[in-house]
Nanobody
Framework: QVHVVESGGGLVQPGGSLRLSCAAS????????MGWYRQAPGKQRDLVATISRGGSTSYADSVKARFVISRNNIDYTTVYLEMNSLRPEDTAIYYC?????????????WGQGTQVTVSS
């Protein structure tokens, strides 16, 4: 079984910064893409940023130049989301996911989410 756990959410003022972490653990043969999605109240879950096993990154247009995704390059099991110049519209639950290769195949595993609130 594989677990994905997020941490680092909280309350921050507009213009502030926050760093989220996501750790994958368990019966992992190989980690492929990891990434972050977010869901605001009453809205669908949207992509924020992803990082491939090869290190390629992609971002939603709304966060480009403000957010940076990175990872632990030793074992690839931890990813980070550095969020800068935060805006009230960034308020959402942030979910981490990992595309994980296990003995039985490849699955997408999701974390429980961490709340980010941007407010003065």
């Amino acid at each position: 079984q594989v677990h994905v756990v997020e941490s680092g959410g909280g309350l921050v003022q507009p213009g502030g910064s926050l760093r989220l972490s996501c750790a994958a653990s368990g019966a992992i043969l190989r980690l492929w893409t990891m990434g972050w999605y977010r869901q605001a109240p009453g809205k669908q879950r949207d992509l924020v940023a992803t990082i491939s096993r090869g290190g390629s990154t992609s971002y939603a247009d709304s966060v480009k130049a403000r957010f940076v995704i990175s990872r632990n390059n030793i074992d690839y099991t931890t990813v980070y989301l550095e969020m800068n110049s935060l805006r009230p519209e960034d308020t959402a639950i942030y979910y981490c996911y990992a595309k994980v290769e296990q003995v039985q195949g490849i699955d997408d595993v999701w974390g429980q989410g961490t709340q980010v609130t941007v407010s003065s």
